[in-house]
């Protein structure tokens, strides 16, 4: 599915649409894992904070 920008945004919070596009746009980072460790990719930086809404939503 290829909804544009503003359509992700009346079905999702900002954060999550944001995620949708960075990963579009190849906007992550990929550490490849290794020996029988797994990789990680991360879609927003380590040191931004989250924001207090979404961490309320989390309890759902």
């Given at each position: ?49 989250p924001d207090k809404n ?7």
């Open positions: 599915m290829r909804l544009k920008k503003d359509d992700l945004l009346k079905g999702l919070s900002p954060k999550a649409a944001e995620g949708v596009l960075r990963v579009r746009e190849g906007k992550v980072d990929i550490k490849a894992g290794f020996d029988g460790e797994y990789g990680i990719i991360s879609i927003f930086d380590a040191n931004q904070t979404e961490e309320q939503l989390k309890m759902f």
